[in-house]
C-alpha cells in the first residue's frame, strides 16, 4: 500500500468515527428546567418554552436557584426531582413517552408553581 493510500484511508476513517460521534451527540435533544430564584418554573428548548415535544430521549439540564425550592418532572414512566433544600445543576437522561407531563415544585405547586407539556408520539 503506498504511503498516499494510507493516508486517505486513515482520514476517510477519522471522519466516519467523527460523524458517527456527532449524529450520537445531536441525537439526544436538550432541554434546560430552571426553578427559583423567585417563584417562577419553567422548562425550555432552547430560548423557547416547551409546550409539545415528540417521543424521544432528552437530556434535561435542570437549575434548581432556591434552597426554598424543587423541580419535579411527573409522567408517562416519569418521577424525577431534585430535593428540597438542594441548590445547583444536575442533568437527567430521561425517555419520554406519548402522554401529559407536569412539572412542578412540590412545597409550592398549590400556588401556581407548576407547568406542563405534551409529547406526541
Not at 460523524?19 to 428546567?33: I, Y
Request: positive net charge; contains cysteine.
Amino acid at each position: 500500500m503506498t504511503t498516499g493510500r494510507f493516508i486517505l484511508i486513515s482520514v476517510l476513517a477519522a471522519a466516519a468515527a467523527l460523524l458517527v460521534s456527532a449524529s450520537a451527540f445531536a441525537a439526544t435533544p436538550k432541554l434546560t428546567g430552571e426553578v427559583g430564584p423567585g417563584f417562577s418554573i419553567e422548562v425550555k428548548q432552547g430560548s423557547k418554552d416547551v409546550k409539545t415535544l415528540k417521543a424521544g430521549t432528552y437530556t434535561i439540564k435542570i437549575e434548581d436557584k432556591a434552597s426554598i425550592h424543587n423541580f419535579h418532572l411527573i409522567g408517562p414512566g416519569v418521577n424525577k426531582s431534585t430535593t428540597v433544600g438542594f441548590t445547583g445543576e444536575t442533568t437527567w437522561k430521561v425517555k419520554l413517552k406519548k402522554g401529559t407531563y407536569t412539572y412542578q415544585c412540590d412545597p409550592h405547586a398549590a400556588a401556581g408553581m407548576k407547568g406542563k407539556f405534551k409529547v406526541t408520539g
